[in-house]
């Protein structure tokens, strides 16, 4: 008995297409959800979420240095790591209630170039992720001192998270004017 004997050129092809006819497919391609991540934190009764490249550090309230002749707000100076840092009582800038010195209270350092400041919150909830489709909000109709360094908000199980720009606030004439 001869074996008839067959091109390996045709007998590769054979297996390719046989082996394309019985391949399971490839799984469909999802359009993943993008989501905005901020750090979380609490200006008075105001959640606030703040992106995340305009903090450079949380910490604990170090240990202040009073400036005199400086509106209240301004809670004083503090050395941060060799950098001399102000601190800036944030819900008292907006005309809130001072924020307690309690084991909540955080300090958010802000990340703006020639600018060493730190601001002091009620609380830092941590990193928050919101769908920008789904929970984006308009602001339009809300009554708070805040707005005017709000860029919008999101909306997630029934609290409101005011997304809070750190640069306007920087570049606001009352929050450089610190003289009493």
């Known amino acids: 008995m001869t074996r008839a004997v067959q091109d390996p050129l045709d007998l590769l092809r054979k297996m390719q297409q046989e082996s394309m006819e019985t391949a399971p497919g490839l799984p ?3 359009q993943a959800t993008t989501y905005w991540t901020g750090v979380g934190f609490r ?3 105001m959640f606030a979420v703040t992106p995340l490249d305009q903090v450079s550090e949380v910490l604990p309230p170090p240990d ?4 005199p002749g400086t509106k209240s707000w301004l809670k004083g100076v503090a ?7 102000t601190i800036v009582d944030l ?6 209630p001072s924020v307690p010195m309690d084991d909540k209270t ?7 170039p020639g600018l060493n400041t730190g601001l002091l919150v009620n609380e830092v909830l941590g990193l928050r992720h919101f769908d920008e ?3 984006r909000q308009n602001l339009t109709g809300l009554d708070d001192p805040v707005l005017t360094h709000l860029n919008g908000a999101f909306l997630r199980d029934n609290v409101l998270w005011g997304v809070f720009d750190m640069k306007t606030l920087a570049e606001s004439m009352s929050f450089r004017h610190v003289a009493a």
């Open 43 to 45: 200006v008075g009764d």
């Open 106 to 112: 955080r300090l958010l350092v802000m990340n703006i």
């Open 91 to 96: 819900p008292e800038f907006y005309g809130k």
């Open 79 to 85: 050395n941060v790591r060799g950098n001399l840092i």
């Open 133 to 135: 489709e789904l929970e």
């Open 28 to 30: 469909q391609e999802v």
């Open 64 to 67: 202040m240095t009073l400036v």
